[in-house]
C-alpha cells in the first residue's frame, strides 16, 4: 500500500516543489492526494489538476488542509512542508496536531524558539518529523559514514566542508527573481542567508558524516552585493567535541561554482572526500598507501550505501536519487510504525526534527558570533 | 491522462525491468496496468502484485497480453519489452499486430530479417516504436548533437567512440550468473556479445550525435575468456559518408571501468567529449582558445538540452533521469498521436524501429568484417 | 659571462641543495664555485668535489667563506643560503655585509628583529636580496596575478588557500628523519611547524597573486601528534585591505595529500583557480560564461607567464622550472645591476627582502593570535 | 668528469636544440664544447658564442665537425643530432665513422636502408646510440613497464595508445611556419607525417612499456587539410605477439589536444593508465578492487621511477626531466664503457638504434597499410 501524502506549497514552477514529487514518485511508495500548493486558491487548484490530485483535496490553505484530513477516513498520513522557511513552523505545527507525519524542508524555522516548539511536540506525539537535509541521502555520503563509524579514518583531526555557489553574485533579488527574493530577504528567510540555504546543509553533513559534534564556531559573514540584507559569504572555523578541527565556507558569490558541496575529513589513519557535483565517487587515502577511488555501486562499497543503489556502478546516479532515499527511507519508518515493527536500521538516517534544530541553532550561534566581531560561540545545549 | 502501459519481462528482480518502471514514473506520464513479467506464470503474478498490476492483468504470455490488452476498454496503449534479445522480435510483433506502441529494449532483433519485418510493420501500422538507446537521453547528449547539427563544430574529421567496461573480465557465465549467461549465449543474444550489447549503444550515439552516417567499418572482434562463445573485446575503425575517419572500442573485459562510454567529436573549427560517468558535463574546444565546460542547467546549454532538464545545474541528473527522457519523449509522441497534433520537435529524438534495424546492420557487417579477417565492410544498405 | 654563484648547506643529500643547483644550472646563467656545504668540514669537502667546486673554494664555515670570497677578485657576486631556518640570519648577515648578493631560503628568519635588521641591510647596502617562495615562479601563478593585475576579474571578494600534506601524519622525528626533527623543533625551525614550512608560501602567495595585503588574520593553530612541539595544522581566516574575505589552511597531517598547494580568488566578474599539483593549469571561470582552463603556453596565456615558458603547450613543466625561474630572473636583476641598465619588468616578481620579512610578521601573529585563543590579530606594520 | 658533448643542428631558436640543451646540462653530467648548430656558418657562430662554445669548435659542416673533434685529444665523446628527420643518417653515420657515441633525434632516418645501415655500424664499432624517444623517460612509465614486467597485470589483453595534439588543424604550412613546414614535406621529414612525427612515439611506448611486440598492423592515414602532402591523421589497429589487440591513433587535427599521448593497457589482473600532460600519474586498477593513482615519488613507486625521480611526490617533474633521464642514463652508459664496467641496469632502458630502426619499419609498414586500402600488414622482420 502507498502512503498517502500532501503537500504544503510547491504548485506549479516551484522548482523545489517537484523535486519533492519526483522524490516521492520514484520509488512508488507514496501516493500524492491532497495539497495547499499555494496560498493563492486558483493557482493551488490548477497545481492539484496538474497533479492529480482531486479537486476537493486542493485546499486554500494548510489549516484547513490540517483540519479536513485530519477527519477523513483516507486522509493523508504525511504531509511535505515545501514552503520557504518562515512558513515551515505553523503548517508543520498544524498537521503534528492533526496526527500527521511531517517531512519538512530545512531550515526548519527561522527561529529557535519554533524549532523547540517542534522538536517538543514531536516528542509529545510519537510522530515521525523528517527534514529534508537531503545530501544525506547520497549513497557515497552513507558509505563516508559508515566507514568513519567503522573506524577506518582513525581518530578524526581535521573536517573541511565549503559549499560555493555562485548565483547570487550579482543583486539578483533587484529583478525579482522569487528564488532570490525570499531567500535574502531576512523576514522570509530568517537571519541567515547563504547560511540557511546552504550553510546548514553543509553544518548537517559535517555531523551526519563524522558522528561529532561541533561544539563551537567562529563566523565571519558578510554581504558582497551592495545593499544585500543576509550574508552572501560566511568563513568559519570549528572546534569538535574530540579536539578535532575544521572550517567551514559556504558562499552564494563564489563565481564558477554551481553546486560546489564538498567534505573533506582527515583522520590519523585515512581520510575521505566526497564531492557533490560528482556524487557517485567517494574519494579514500589510507596514509602510506595510494588513494582509491570508491564508486556507488563498486565491490568496496558498504551496506548502507548499497541500501540505497538502485542501478549498477558506472550509471549515475544524482541529486534526486539521493533526495527519494530520504523519502523511500521515511516510508520504511511510517510502514514500520503501522506494522508495529522496528525500523530498518538504515531507514534511520533520515534527518529528524532534532537535527532541524541543531541546524537552527548553527544559524543563531554563526550570525551572533559574527555580530560579536567574529569570535568563538559555544554550540553546546544549554542544560 | 497518464498513457496506460505495459510489459514484457522484468519480473522482481530483473535489473532493467526496474529501470524501465522508474523512467516511465519519473514524469508522472504513465500507469503499468498491464505485465507478462516472466515466463514462469507465478513470479509474473508475484511481480504484478509487487508493481501494483491487477491480478487478472498478470499474464502468462505475451501472446495472451496482446490478444486481451488488444480487446479491452481499458486497454495498454503502449507497451515495454525488456526482455533478453532474442525475445525482442516475437513480442514486438505481437504488440505491433494488437495495435499498441512499442517500446523495445537494444538491440532490435538478433537477425536483420526480423528487423526488417518490424520495421515494415511499423510502417504498415502507422504506430509508434522506440528503441531504448537510453545514452541519446542524456541532456549533454543532446547538447552535442544540436551544436553539431548547428555547425558549431565545422566539418567533422574525426569521430572517436569507446565503451569498455570490466564486469565480463573472467568466466562469469560459468558461475550462472543470469546477466552474463544470456549476453555470452548466441541462441539468446544473437551474434554479437560485447557488439551487441554495448558496442550497439556506441555506434548509434555516433550517428546519433554527429547526424553523420558510417559507411563502412573494420572489426577485429575476440574473445579473450577462454571457451567464451561471444567476442568480449571489439576493435573497429569508421570510415563516415563525409569522409570523417574514427575508430570504436567496446570492451567488457576493459579491467577498472566500470561504463566509461566516451564520445569525441573533431571538427574543424572546435570539438567535443561526453563522457557517461560524469554525464552532466561536456568538453567543448575551439581552435586557438581554451577549451570549455558545458554543464547541464548552465546559461550556455541550449533548447534541446533545457527540453530533458529538470533541476538547475550543479545538482546532478543521471542514468535513471536520462532513460525517463525517452518515456517522456515517447508519451509526447503518444500524447500528440491522440491529439491529432505535431509532435513537439524534440520529442522526436527518441530513436526509432529504423535506428534499431541499423543496430542490427552494424553488428551483423562487424561479425561479418571480423570473420572475414578484419576487412573494410560496407553498411550501406543496399537499394 | 655566467654569474658566480656561491652556497651555504646543501651538502651531498640535502634535497633542497639539489633543487637549488638544478634551479641554478637549468638556464645556465651559473657557476657554482665556492661553498660552505655543511658544518662538518670534511662532509663540505666532499660536497664541493662532487659539485665540482675547487678543493680551496670549500669552506669551513660561512663566515670565513664571507671573508675570503669577498677578496677574492673572481669572488661569488651571489651566494645561496639553503640551511635549516635558524641559520639564515647570520649568513644573510655576513654576505651582505662581505658586498654579496643573498638568494635566501623562506622563512627568512625565526624571529622579526632578525628579518628587520636583514632589511635595512639590504636598503643600506643597495644589494640584491631573493627570498625563494618558489612557488611564485609558476608560469600560470604568474598568469594569475596578470590577470587579477588587469582587472580581469573585477573587485576580489574571496581567496580561498588551502595547504595540506601528509607527510608528518605521524612522529616522524621520533624516527630521527632529518627534514621532520629540525622542521619540529623550536630551536631550529621558529616558532612556526607546519605554519613557518609551506603556511608562509600560501601566505606569499596570496599577496603575489591577488596583489591585496591582508590586515588581519585569526588562527588556530594545533598539533595533532602527541608530544610535537609546533603546530602541524593551522586554520586561518583572512580579512584583506579591500574588503575582501579569505580562510587558510595548511596542513603536515592531511592524510592523502602530497603537496596540494591551492588558490582559488573570486571575484564579482570571474575567478582563477590553480593547483600545484597540476601547475600546467589555471581554471578561470567568468561569471555567466561556462568555465575555461587556461594552460601553459597556449594561446590566452600572457606575457608574464610567457617570459618563464621554456616548452610549448602541453609538454608539463614543472617545479624545477618554476624554482629555476627565481634563479633566472634574479640573474636578470644582477645582470642588470652590473650594466647600470633597468631590469626588465617580469624579472622584478622574484619575492624580496620585504617579502620574506611580511612571512616572518605572518608567523608572529598567527602564533600570537593561536595563543590569544584565536582572536583576530592585525597584520598592519606599525608605523 | 663531465661528458664533452657536440650536438648537430639545434641553433638558436631551435626549440629541440634548446630542450636537448637544458636536458643535458640538468644533471650536470654534460659540457657542451662544439657544435654544427646550423648549416648557415654565420648562424652557426653567433649560436656557439651564445651557448659558450669556442669559436674553434663553432663548425660549418658535421663533416668537418666529426673529422676535427676525432683527432682533437680533447675532442667530443658523444654528439646530439637534433637536425629534421632527413638529416639524421649522414651525420649519424659520420660520427659512428669517428667514433663517437650518438644521441639521435627520432625518427632515425627516412628509410629503412638507411636505419639499417646504422644499426650494421653500430654493431660493429661497438659505440653507444641512443634514439630521444623521449616519453620513456618518465618515472611513471617506467613504473609502468617494470609493474607489466612482473606480472603485475596478468597476461595482456587490450593496449589503447593515442596521440592527439590540435597544432597543424589548419594550413601552417603555408604561413611558412617552421616547424610546421618540414613535418609536412616528404623530403624533410619521410613519408609519415603525424605517423612519424608522433606515431612513432607512440609506437615506441607500447612496445617500451608492455615489453610486447606488435606483430601486425592496419592503418587508415589521411591528411584532412587540403592540400598537405603527409598524413595530419591515423587510424590504426594491432595484434601483438601474445593475442593482445589494441589500436593507435595519432593525430595532429584534433582540436582540443596540446600533447594528449596516453597509454593503458588492460591485462586479465589489472590495467593501467598513463596520461602524458598529468605525468606524475599512473592510474592503476585491480579486477574487482578500486581503482589507485600512483605517483611519482609516492611508497608504491618502484625502483625504475624512484632511479628517475629527483624531487619527492606532489612537486611535480616534467617533460624537461623526462628527456634529462634520458641524457642521465646514457651519461651512465658511456661511464660505464669507459670505466670498463657493467652499465647499471637502469641506464639501460634508453631506447637503442634498433628502438629507431624498429620505428621507421613502423612507418613503412604503416603507410603500406594504408596504401593498400587499409589492410593487415606483417610487422616481423624478415629472417
Redesign the interface.
Known amino acids: 500500500m502507498?502512503i498517502r501524502l500532501g503537500m504544503v506549497g510547491g504548485g506549479t514552477g516551484a522548482?523545489i516543489g517537484?523535486?519533492h514529487?519526483?522524490a516521492a514518485?520514484?520509488?512508488?511508495r507514496y501516493e500524492l492526494v491532497a495539497g495547499a500548493f499555494s496560498s493563492d486558491p486558483i493557482r493551488s487548484k490548477e497545481s492539484a489538476a496538474q497533479?492529480?490530485v482531486a479537486e476537493d483535496r486542493a485546499y486554500e490553505d494548510f489549516a484547513t488542509m490540517a483540519q479536513e484530513e485530519h477527519v477523513r477516513a483516507d486522509g493523508i498520513e504525511a504531509v511535505a512542508i515545501v514552503t520557504p522557511n518562515y512558513l515551515h513552523h505553523a503548517p508543520a505545527r498544524a498537521f503534528l496536531e492533526a496526527g500527521i507525519h511531517v517531512i519538512c524542508d530545512k531550515p526548519l524555522t527561522t527561529c529557535l524558539q519554533d524549532a523547540r516548539e517542534l522538536q517538543a511536540l514531536v516528542e509529545e506525539t510519537g510522530l515521525l518529523f523528517a527534514v529534508t537535509y537531503n545530501y544525506s541521502g547520497y549513497p557515497m555520503v552513507r558509505q563516508a559514514r559508515e566507514m568513519i563509524g567503522n573506524g577506518e579514518l582513525g581518530d578524526i583531526?581535521?573536517v573541511?566542508v565549503?559549499y560555493p555557489?555562485?548565483w547570487l553574485?550579482?543583486d539578483l533579488e533587484a529583478s525579482g527573481q522569487k528564488q532570490a527574493t525570499w531567500r535574502t530577504d531576512p523576514k522570509l528567510a530568517g537571519a541567515g542567508g547563504s547560511l540557511g540555504d546552504i550553510g546548514t546543509h553543509a553544518f548537517h553533513l559535517i555531523e551526519f558524516v563524522t558522528g561529532l559534534e561541533v561544539t563551537s564556531l567562529?563566523a565571519?559573514l558578510?554581504a558582497?552585493v551592495q545593499g544585500r540584507q543576509l550574508d552572501d559569504?560566511a568563513?568559519m572555523?570549528l572546534?569538535f567535541n574530540n579536539g578535532a578541527?575544521?572550517?567551514l565556507?559556504a558562499?552564494q558569490?563564489?563565481?564558477?561554482?554551481?553546486?560546489?558541496l564538498r567534505i573533506r575529513v582527515?583522520?590519523?589513519?585515512?581520510?575521505l572526500?566526497w564531492f557533490?557535483?560528482?556524487?557517485?565517487q567517494l574519494?579514500?587515502?589510507?596514509?602510506?598507501?595510494?588513494?582509491?577511488?570508491?564508486?556507488r555501486?563498486?565491490?568496496?562499497a558498504g551496506d548502507s550505501a548499497n541500501a540505497v543503489t538502485?542501478?549498477?556502478?558506472?550509471?549515475?546516479?544524482?541529486?534526486?536519487?539521493a533526495f527519494a532515499n530520504l523519502y523511500r527511507d521515511f516510508a520504511d519508518q511510517i510502514q514500520a510504525l503501522k506494522n508495529q515493527q522496528a525500523t530498518p536500521g538504515n531507514a534511520n538516517l533520515v534527518p529528524t526534527v532534532t537535527d532541524g534544530l541543531k541546524g537552527v541553532e548553527f544559524v543563531e550561534k554563526a550570525v551572533l558570533s559574527s555580530t560579536n566581531?567574529?569570535?568563538?560561540t559555544s554550540l553546546e545545549s544549554e542544560p
Request: proline share 3%; net charge negative.
Open positions: 502507498k522548482l517537484d523535486v514529487r519526483i514518485r520514484l520509488d512508488d497533479f492529480g583531526r581535521v573541511q565549503e555557489q555562485d553574485s550579482t567562529l565571519d558578510h558582497f559569504n568563513q572555523l572546534r578541527r575544521g572550517s565556507w558562499s558569490v563564489a563565481v564558477g561554482h554551481e553546486n560546489g582527515y583522520g590519523d589513519h585515512a581520510s572526500e557533490q557535483e560528482q556524487s557517485n574519494r579514500y587515502s589510507v596514509l602510506g598507501e595510494t588513494p582509491r577511488v570508491i564508486t555501486g563498486c565491490s568496496a538502485r542501478i549498477p556502478g558506472g550509471h549515475p546516479e544524482g541529486f534526486l536519487e566581531g567574529g569570535v568563538w
